[in-house]
């Protein structure tokens, strides 16, 4: 039996308690959105993804959704996931592309053409991949990491408008090498206190798996950050004290002392929303997802831990 045939007949055996899980790969332009998260009278992905997805299934209550990493507004998106439990007759799993289904049956390849068409061709939304979760499947709770991309444009003859809705313009030459060591010595498990945006009962406890800058043949500069979460304003606090010693407002020496008080600084700035991408979310092997998530669960539940960017 395949992996796919698997995770279907495992669904159909959950399915007998009501319920199926399924993950959503999504991408998104977040520049018209006030962030992921439903806020009254404002636009956000959460939002437009329910909406659609209560429409194709004509639910007279739009399903909840769990995301990985709740993204703020105007930070964009090529690897969010999330998923969603649906009533069990909500979709024929016996088909995964299609083939031998009945006819008009909502396969999960007709519920991705669905959503898709519904959101509309040239939507600032778009739906990568829907099928059923692997057992133990938690879009918040079972990853092992998330990366984020942050992009500068610091020199004028490198800029692009075809990306400045997710590119920086920054006035003044930076170096790219005093950045790349800086944000060197930020990696590691510790306290990111300066640089998180402090919310009551969280954790500013994190691991910093990587954090580079590289420069590109274009001329723009590319910081790749991850970590096995993000507190609030983490990812755009990094690149603004790293970008404060690309600039020379700080000496690398200067970061360490921030880094080490762990305490909220006005040495630096904040960067823009618009520089950042959240790029992939990494999750553990198939048979690890459900004990993942109860590890993170048990670290984490009630904290807004993964409250990201």
Known sequence: MSETAGLRSAAAAAARVGTVRFRIDISYDGTDFAGWAMQPGLRSVEDTL?????????????????????????????GQVVHVDLPADAVDLGAGAGVGARQGAMTPIVVLRRLNGALGFNSDVVVRAFDVAVPGFDARFSPVARRYEYRIFDRVESVNPLERHNTVRF???????????????????????????????????????IFTWQRTSAGALIATLQA????????????????????????????????DEALRTSEFTVMPAHGLTLTEVLYPPMGEMGSRAELTRRRRELTDGEEVA
């Open 50 to 78: 329910m909406t659609t997805l209560a429409m194709i299934f004509r639910m007279p209550v739009a399903p909840r959704l769990v995301v990985a990493g709740r993204t703020d507004a105007g930070v964009h998106a090529t």
């Open 171 to 209: 006035h003044g030459r930076l170096e790219s090498d005093a950045m790349n060591a800086a944000a060197g010595a930020l990696v590691g498990l510790r306290d990111f206190g300066a640089f998180c945006r402090l919310r009551p009962g969280a954790t500013t406890i994190r691991e910093l798996q």
């Open 228 to 259: 096995d979460a993000f507190c609030h304003s983490m990812v755009r606090a990094l690149i603004g004290a790293t970008v404060a010693v690309g600039e020379g407002r700080l000496s690398p020496e200067d970061l360490v002392v921030v880094r």
